[in-house]
């Protein structure tokens, strides 16, 4: 059986510096080909995982046990497609905006016939079976001698935590047949690397906190008069902190407030200005991808809108791709109805923030990386959109190893694809604070297996907009902006007395992600906005003579306490719920994408990052900042009787673990949000 671990990969890269090389396009790879044409063998670092030792080591793998790999393509001119892709994107080009149609991209950029045929006589020549060949990869099968013979390695059982498991005995190597074909290999080692979703719901949250505290039961106080709290669920209607937890203990502050009612997308569009823009994302496509799919999406979208006084979606405006025949790894992923909250939580703030917009959802087979690489594919490939959603990802760095570099370079490569054409990315930053073992201890979304404070992957990509999260407070009911701080929340429970709030101060429970990436260099994007201050430390300490990639890019309302509502079908009943995560961040900065796109007259805006640091500290953003702010930060969560106790929390925002808010850019919500200017910058010429 495969090891499969929540949200992290188990194969080693002992080549970051190569790897950071190619990712930006500052270098050819190892294996690509000669000005003379010349190849030599190609060795693959990282496919023998460090969890493979010698101390582990249970015995040979039989030649005749089954085995399968993917052989990542490397196409044509790879140096070639990340200058193109950064000349596109950066406003400040004169190539700025002259996107490649798709055909003209392929040709240039995709895989040759010779070069499919390399791989192909390679693999058949050792005895391999080719299973598919697309436009981005070979798969192969067979026996694990004919594995062997392929890749130059043995392949040996090792003990690991999980039982035994199959990896190659030494880094594999790509003959000089094919080296210059070859971009990457996968599946050499029988890990598998899977994706959570970044969307938690208040519901989930409480109950993941109460499976991993003692006393978190409350009961009710017996012989007492009533709770002046209220034993129904409550929360402010007018505005952030309208109403005052009257009945409540002292916290962090005499009279907390109620924590806001979850937020609609009528107040979203106020507050962010596109409903005094009036834009609608007429004439943009946004993609969603997620895992499996939801078979009630779009009713459940349309049900939610006009519940919530917005347009359904009107004919052919919502399609969608999904293969439930094909869907594996339903055990491990949670299948449909565990990926089901986040679908609906994405496709309803998308059309909800660019109701005009047309919405496509691509479903993967699994959470798994290989499946959420193909529906990424099919996206670009059939250039599906102009703007992309993704609210999932995984840490690079855990206790078996580190993230496969094959996803890393097959990712990278498909996202400047995406650029030449004119297709953005954008991934939700995490919710686990800097990912670091202490945010691990007690944050709700967090990786266990975290080793050291980190980012997240795709996010940390130099080729993806990395959105970031934030605590929107509303100034009344209609949604006008009042202010925002860091997305991060401590939590603190209600005594069995209701007299005082345990622990207290609360400990980390939830948090916007963020950091500094060890692993790559910093974008040029970056230069001059980022400070090396903050680019030439790593979120884990480690200190660099030159400036990292930073993470996240840009931030939106995604806390937890000031939570986004969601709706959907689950066990064939609809109901409804407040979400948070930056898996709520991501499709708003996506739908304001599209926004633009309408704004900019149709033209597709594509990779955004330029045009962000671009515009990185003028009217464009808000600035988030919290040590500006000096008002209230602790909100009363009251969800009423349940189970027959009543269930009361306390909150304080702007609490992320290791992250914070501060003026200018900083590692908790990148450049800011979206400001007053945002869609003027792009109705007018833009140079900074």
């Keep these: 059986m495969p090891i499969a671990r929540n949200r992290i990969s188990r194969i080693a890269v002992p080549a970051t510096a190569a790897l950071i090389l190619g990712t930006l396009g500052a270098a050819a790879p190892a294996g690509a080909a000669t000005p003379t044409g010349e190849q030599t063998a190609k060795p693959l670092p990282g496919t023998h995982p460090e969890w493979a030792t010698a101390q582990a080591d249970a015995g040979a793998v039989p030649d005749s046990a089954p085995a399968s790999a993917r052989i990542y393509l490397a196409g044509q001119d790879q140096a070639g497609l990340a200058a193109l892709a950064k000349a596109v994107s950066d406003p400040n080009s004169p190539a700025y905006g002259a996107f490649l149609p798709d055909g003209q991209a392929e040709a240039r950029f995709g895989a040759s016939a010779a070069q499919v045929k390399a791989v192909t006589d390679w693999v058949t020549g050792a005895g391999l079976k080719v299973d598919a060949t697309t436009a981005h990869y070979v798969q192969v099968s067979g026996s694990t001698g004919a594995l062997a013979k392929a890749f130059g390695t043995g392949f040996r059982t090792y003990r690991t935590e999980d039982g035994l498991h199959r990896a190659a005995a030494k880094d594999a190597v790509v003959p000089a047949s094919a080296a210059g074909a070859v971009l990457a290999v996968s599946g050499l080692s029988d890990t598998l690397h899977k994706n959570t979703s970044h969307a938690v719901s208040v519901r989930e949250a409480e109950a993941r906190a109460q499976a991993g505290a003692k006393s978190a039961q409350l009961a009710a106080p017996a012989g007492k008069a009533p709770a002046t709290l209220p034993t129904v669920p409550t929360c402010s209607e007018d505005g952030y902190g309208s109403k005052t937890a009257k009945g409540a203990p002292d916290g962090y502050e005499k009279n907390e407030p109620f924590a806001p009612c979850s937020y609609v997308p009528s107040q979203l569009r106020k507050a962010y200005g596109v409903t005094d823009a009036k834009v609608s994302g007429k004439g943009a496509r946004i993609a969603i991808i997620d895992a499996y799919g939801l078979a009630s999406m779009e009713q459940d979208a349309n049900h939610f809108s006009t519940l919530h006084g917005d347009k359904p979606f009107a004919a052919g405006q919502y399609r969608e791709y999904v ?57 670009v490939d059939e250039h599906l959109a102009d703007v992309v959603s993704n609210s999932w990802g ?85 949604g006008h902006y009042g202010r925002e701080v860091s997305m991060g929340d401590q939590r603190s429970v209600l005594s069995d007395d209701q007299k005082s709030w345990t622990p207290f101060p609360g400990k980390f429970y939830f948090g916007g992600g963020g950091g500094v990436s060890k692993d790559f260099a910093q974008p040029w994007y970056q230069q001059g906005v980022v400070p090396d201050r903050i680019a030439k430390t790593a979120a884990d300490g480690t200190k660099s003579a030159t400036p990292l990639r930073a993470t996240p890019d840009v931030a939106m309302s995604g806390d937890l306490v000031a939570a986004t509502l ?119 010429p833009h140079r900074r």
């Design 566 to 684: 969601v709706g959907y079908t689950d066990g064939g009943t609809y109901s409804e719920g407040g979400y948070g995560g930056t898996s709520v961040s991501a499709p708003e900065y996506a739908a304001m994408l599209a926004d633009a796109v309408q704004a900019r007259g149709g033209r597709a805006v594509g990779f955004a990052n330029p045009a962000i640091y671009d515009r990185a500290g003028g009217g464009a953003f808000h600035d988030v900042n919290d040590s500006a702010v000096h008002n209230k930060f602790g909100n009363v969560v009251d969800l009423g009787l349940v189970g027959g106790a009543l269930k009361v929390r306390l909150y304080k925002i702007a609490a992320d673990y290791g992250l914070s808010a501060a003026k200018g850019y900083d590692t908790a919500t990148g450049v800011g949000t979206p400001g007053k200017d945002f869609f003027n910058s792009f109705r007018l």
């Design 323 to 379: 293969t439930p025949d094909k869907w594996t790894h339903q055990d491990e992923c949670g299948g449909a109805a565990g990926w089901a909250g986040e679908e609906a939580l994405d496709v309803e703030m998308a059309h909800g923030l660019a109701p005009d917009a047309q919405v496509v959802y691509v479903g993967g087979n699994s959470c798994y990386d290989q499946d959420l690489y193909d529906a990424m594919a099919k996206v």
């Design 394 to 478: 995984e840490i690079m760095h855990g206790t078996g190893g580190d993230l496969d570099p094959a996803v890393v370079a097959a990712d990278n490569q498909l996202f400047q694809r995406a650029a030449v054409t004119g297709i953005g990315f954008t991934f939700s930053s995490g919710d686990c604070g800097d990912s670091s073992p202490g945010a691990a201890a007690t944050g709700v979304n967090c990786q266990t297996d975290t080793t050291q404070a980190q980012t997240d992957w795709p996010s940390s990509s130099p080729w993806v907009t990395s959105v970031g999260g934030t605590a929107l407070e509303l100034a009344d009911k209609a």
